[in-house]
């Protein structure tokens, strides 16, 4: 008769927290379904551009295709969101030991990531440099690609890597006599210096502007911006310095927080597990 005391007793002291059970539930529903929808985005992209349908299409890509982006972001969301769900819902201390083993991984990339983009600043602004460079060569390759490089020199008012020059890596922008193209000796119309009394955008504004045969010894920075993206870049992270760093901060936070709710309900699960 004790005995079966003692064991409610002990049973009756050890319980799963509601709380933090249906707190960490509602935490990876969220980060579930954001993870669907990057993937979604991402394999919809691919459907559009007919890679689905033909996978040896994606080597033939040049340059970065930023649906990568949505893919395997979106990818690890779900995985991670999912396992998270179940684990809190289903007290499966597998689950849940998975999903803080892996945020914790990814915190840690991150965290060293952030070390080492700090002591090799001068290689990470090489590697920026040479990247900016091999997408400017494949900048009709692929919509996507135009369309975040695009993005990038209007947001930053910034031109190639380190100036206007740098697009004559381009085959439809180079200045070669070889270049038939109508493009030839121009740039894109990101790199163009908006005027605020055009309410629609002059896709050929950048015709030219590099050809001192036609132009003479034009001004440059009237019609285009002269600054390079990575120099732009540098000053935009310098100028929002606390921003970016509260951003990651609080990622850091988000992380940290799953990963404590998750423990904390392994170690409710154990401890009545251990009283039967």
Same mark, same amino acid.
């Given at each position: ?6 064991? @409610? ?11 933090? @059970?249906?707190?960490?539930?509602? /935490? ?20 559009? @551009? ?31 969101? /999912?396992?998270?769900? %179940? ?11 998975? /999903? ?35 997408? %400017? ?51 894109? /119309? ?31 920075? @009237? ?54």
């Amino acid at each position: 008769m004790s005995g079966r005391m003692s064991r @409610k007793h002990h049973m009756k002291g050890a319980e799963v927290s509601c709380c933090v @059970k249906y707190f960490l539930f509602g /935490f990876n529903i969220i980060f579930w379904l954001l993870g669907a929808a990057f993937l979604s985005i991402g394999l919809w992209a691919w459907a559009e @551009k007919g890679v689905l349908s033909n996978l040896s299409s994606i080597t033939d890509l040049g340059g970065f295709d930023p649906v990568w982006l949505f893919i395997v972001v979106g990818g690890v969301m779900f995985i991670l969101g /999912f396992a998270g769900c %179940i684990g809190a819902l289903r007290e499966n201390t597998l689950l849940l030991k998975f /999903f803080s083993v892996f945020l914790g991984l990814i915190f840690f990339l991150e965290l060293a990531a952030g070390i080492l983009a700090f002591v090799f600043k001068d290689w990470i602004k090489d590697q920026l440099n040479l990247f900016i460079n091999n997408n %400017i060569k494949a900048y009709r390759d692929d919509i996507d690609l135009q369309n975040l490089i695009d993005f990038a020199q209007e947001y930053w008012s910034c031109c190639g890597a380190h100036g206007p020059d740098d697009w004559n890596q381009n085959i439809y922008f180079n200045c070669t006599d070889k270049n038939t193209s109508r493009e030839k000796c121009g740039v894109p /119309f990101s790199c163009c210096v908006k005027d605020p009394a055009e309410d629609v955008i002059n896709t050929q504004c950048g015709y030219d502007v590099r050809d001192v045969r036609l132009q003479g010894e034009l001004d440059r920075q @009237k019609y285009i911006y002269t600054k390079g993206c990575v120099g732009q870049f540098e000053k935009w992270l310098q100028d929002n310095l606390i921003i970016v760093a509260g951003v990651f901060v609080g990622i850091a936070l988000l992380q940290i927080f799953g990963i404590c709710l998750a423990q904390n309900l392994v170690s409710d699960v154990k401890a009545i597990k251990a009283n039967w």
